[in-house]
């Protein structure tokens, strides 16, 4: 069953971000789609009903491919995806609006020995071509491959940059970040991705090509694998005086410092 998540305020979040929001407002704005952009647009909707009285915050963990659909659809005011909208979705009438930059961490077992691998070997990873950690520094365990389901902005980015689209030979296809991390957590042999903004100590994100995956890397290039975090709007819509402040707000420069705590890299200067 899909779950509404209305997120509770954060104090210190709340007082970084004052000037971005006026103190008088009301209504509601409710977000639907990426997993991955969880803790980004929900330390954002914290800030946005802290300093707006009577504003409420909504978030749907549906996946990015299920927010594209509810936002063209009119099922919310705001999709979130963390990927590009294509040119079918774009001739539906949808406009994207880059928020923030987001890594992909490539996370294994901390167990795991293998802390760093070329993009080109952990594409062959992924379509099979080593099936086993000993070729590439590990222990003599097959490589068990786990990853997101189809429509998901994660894989998406991804397979696109690992140059393994629709190759994958995955084990498991997984519906969440969460998810993701969790079987890599259990399984020493196992070998996933998940938005770096979401990582947790229960994993380990490699490096990749000798680059640590960080805000830096991420900011300056040199850590190859990143996407985007995307708002998507319907461009014959137009949005209520709560969910258009709520936009103006987060797309603003006054909200980088709260995309930067949850781990994201802000766009807007």
């Known amino acids: 069953m899909k779950k509404f998540i209305t997120f509770i305020t954060m ?6 971000a004052m000037t971005g929001c ?17 803790k980004v647009i929900g330390a954002l909707g914290e800030v946005f009903e802290q300093n707006n009285s009577g504003a409420t915050f909504t978030y749907n963990p549906t996946g990015s491919g299920s927010g594209i659909t509810a936002v063209a659809e009119g099922r919310c005011d705001i999709g979130l995806s963390s990927r590009n909208l294509n040119d079918e979705e774009k001739a539906q009438g949808l406009t994207e609006t880059v928020l923030a930059l987001d890594g992909i961490a490539v996370i294994v077992n901390p167990d795991n020995p293998v802390n760093n691998l070329d993009l080109e070997t952990i594409g062959k ?9 000993k070729d590439i520094g590990g222990d003599a365990l097959e490589i068990v491959l786990i990853g997101r389901e ?15 689209k629709d190759a994958c ?30 990582v947790k100590e229960t994993v380990k994100a490699l490096l990749v090509g000798g680059i640590v995956p960080t805000e830096e890397t991420v900011n300056d290039g040199s850590y190859e694998v990143q996407r985007p975090f995307v708002l998507v709007t319907k461009s014959s819509a137009v949005l209520s005086e709560t969910a ?7 797309t603003s420069s006054e909200a980088n410092e709260i995309i930067s705590s949850a781990g994201a890299v802000p766009v807007n200067k």
């Open 150 to 164: 189809a429509g998901s902005g994660t894989r998406d980015g991804f397979e696109s940059i690992t140059g393994t």
């Open 125 to 133: 990873i992924y379509m099979g071509e080593i099936t086993n950690w």
């Open 11 to 16: 104090a210190s979040l709340a007082m970084a």
């Open 244 to 250: 258009q402040k709520f936009f103006d707000y987060i």
């Open 22 to 38: 006026g103190k008088k407002g009301s209504g509601t704005v409710s977000t639907d789609g990426s997993t991955s952009m969880e």
């Open 169 to 198: 030979k995955y084990r498991q296809e997984l519906t969440s970040t969460g998810d993701v991390m969790g079987a890599v957590a259990s399984n020493p042999a196992a070998i996933g991705y998940a938005s770096l903004a979401s």
